[in-house]
Nanobody, 121 residues
Framework: QVRLLQSGGQLVQAGASLRLSCTVSGRARSTYAMGWFRQTPGKERELTAAINWNGQNTYLEDSVKGRFTISRNDAKTSIYLQMNNLTPEDTAVYYC??????????????WGQGTQVTVAS
């Protein structure tokens, strides 16, 4: 059974940095993309950042370009979301996800438990 375990969310001030982590356990496909989604109340979950298996293809949603970086460890067991210069608009529940294949756009089949990121102005 594939499980995604997230860590790193917290309350910070605007302009601060945070790093989210997500570790995969259990059986997974041989190669797969992984991503970070975020969701605010009343809105659909949206893909914020994603990375393919070898790390050569990444996706960043327009509003986070230049501020967020997604990376993957060499063992392909974890992904990270480095978030810099956070703004209150980044406040959301962030979800780690594992894709059905190696396409950063998904679809995504497995989800982490979600972690709250709150940015105070």
């Amino acid at each position: 059974q594939v499980r995604l375990l997230q860590s790193g969310g917290q309350l910070v001030q605007a302009g601060a940095s945070l790093r989210l982590s997500c570790t995969v356990s259990g059986r997974a496909r041989s190669t797969y993309a992984m991503g970070w989604f975020r969701q605010t109340p009343g809105k659909e979950r949206e893909l914020t950042a994603a990375i393919n298996w070898n790390g050569q293809n990444t996706y960043l949603e327009d509003s986070v370009k230049g501020r967020f970086t997604i990376s993957r460890n060499d063992a392909k067991t974890s992904i990270y979301l480095q978030m810099n210069n956070l703004t209150p608009e980044d406040t959301a529940v962030y979800y780690c996800a594992l894709a059905r294949n190696d396409y950063v756009q998904g679809p995504y089949d497995y989800w982490g438990q979600g972690t709250q990121v709150t940015v105070a102005s």
